[in-house]
């Protein structure tokens, strides 16, 4: 089994500074993952995904996450945030293979001040 | 192409009453998901179609819930009868046929409040 913890449900702060978002797993098996985003009144968007190969995936729109396996840990981060990344965001796990379910974090509500 | 549609976006029930979801995935996606976030909580997964076979149906919460894929096309969550916990938001996702790498596609999920 699969659990995912996102130590952060809010995460503050102001337009251009950098961000980062915490993602922690546990899996007792090899995994994909994933970090979703969910704009205000939108539904779930992938943002970014690792499968395998370069531990660093990045987002069309800035973002970056990088896989660290040693420290089970798939952080999400962006160099300078725009108010229109306010969003929540969504970390993910699922397993290695035929299509299988995702698990997800609590998620964590990204907010930007001008 | 069109993305995966759910309907109805929002629905208010009584406790007791019934209600149908309905999910449609996007067109030659053989695997459907429904998943569920109940309000403050993480999105917890329902059950998974391949075609119109259940995958697996562990994340299904008891036995007022049915989930159906006739035809292995659109999909239909009915909640009989619904109690207050049921209240929440239910999204349907859908993938193509093959690994677990190929990429989920959301609805924007069906608000249900049950009152």
């Known amino acids: 089994a699969q659990s995912v913890t996102q130590l952060d449900s809010q995460v503050p702060v102001f337009e251009e500074a950098p961000v980062e978002l915490r993602c922690n797993y546990s899996s007792s098996v090899s995994v994909y993952l994933f970090w979703y985003v969910q704009y205000p009144n939108q539904g779930l968007q992938l943002l970014l995904k690792?499968?395998?190969?370069?531990?660093l995936v990045e987002s069309i729109n800035g973002f970056e996450a990088e896989f660290n396996k040693s420290q089970t840990s798939f952080h999400l981060r962006k160099p300078s945030v725009h108010i229109s990344d306010t969003a929540e965001y969504f970390c993910?796990?699922?397993?290695?293979?035929?299509?299988?379910?995702?698990?997800f974090g609590q998620g964590t509500r990204l907010t930007i001040n001008p | 192409e069109a993305g995966v549609t759910q309907f109805p976006s929002h629905s208010v029930i009584e406790k007791g009453q019934t209600v149908t979801l309905r999910c449609d995935p996007i067109s030659g996606h053989d695997n459907l998901y429904w998943y569920r976030r109940v309000m403050g909580k993480e999105i917890k997964f329902l059950l998974h179609?391949?075609?119109?076979?259940?995958?697996?149906e562990s994340g299904m919460p008891n036995n007022r819930f049915l989930a159906e894929r006739t035809g292995g096309t659109y999909s239909t969550l009915k909640v009989q009868p619904a109690e207050l916990e049921d209240s929440g938001v239910y999204f349907c996702?859908?993938?193509?046929?093959?690994?677990?790498?190929?990429?989920?596609?959301f609805g924007e999920g069906s608000w249900l409040t049950v009152v």
């Open positions: 179609f391949v075609k119109e076979s259940k995958q697996d």
């Open positions: 690792y499968l395998s190969g370069s531990t």
């Open positions: 996702a859908s993938s193509q046929e093959g690994g677990s790498g190929n990429t989920i596609y």
């Open positions: 993910a796990v699922s397993g290695v293979g035929r299509a299988q379910k995702l698990v």
